[in-house]
């Protein structure tokens, strides 16, 4: 059984930094897409950013820039690295995984969800 949790999340200002992490069990992540998506109060899940098999990233235009998707094959963990944090941040993020090597930036394009982490950005 594939399993994502996420750790990491909690309250900022804006400027500041977070780091989501992401433990995967159950598949390695080494032949998969990995990524991310949010979801503010009242809106629709959206997408964050994604990293193929092959290590090539793709970023939603409000994070890129800012945000940092990666992998550590040996711990089969994902990570978000959060930086310049603004009050738009404020969401719920959940790690994704695909059995894409490619996968795309809607949410059907991912089989496995996590459970989400709360990251609150305040002025």
């Known amino acids: 059984q594939v399993q994502l949790r996420e750790f990491g999340g909690g309250l900022a200002r804006v400027g500041d930094s977070l780091r989501l992490a992401c433990a995967v069990s159950g598949r390695t992540i080494t032949a998969s897409t990995v990524g991310w998506f949010r979801q503010a109060p009242g809106k629709e899940r959206e997408f964050v950013a994604t990293?193929?098999?092959?290590?090539?990233?793709i970023y939603s235009d409000s994070v890129k820039g800012r945000f940092a998707v990666s992998r550590n094959i040996g711990n089969n963990e994902v990570y978000l690295q959060m930086n310049s944090l603004r009050p738009e941040d404020t969401a719920v993020y959940y790690c994704v995984l695909s059995h894409s090597r490619s996968g795309g930036t809607s949410p059907g394009d991912y089989v496995y969800w996590g459970q989400g982490t709360q990251v609150t950005v305040s002025p």
């Open positions: 990293e193929w098999s092959n290590l090539q990233t």
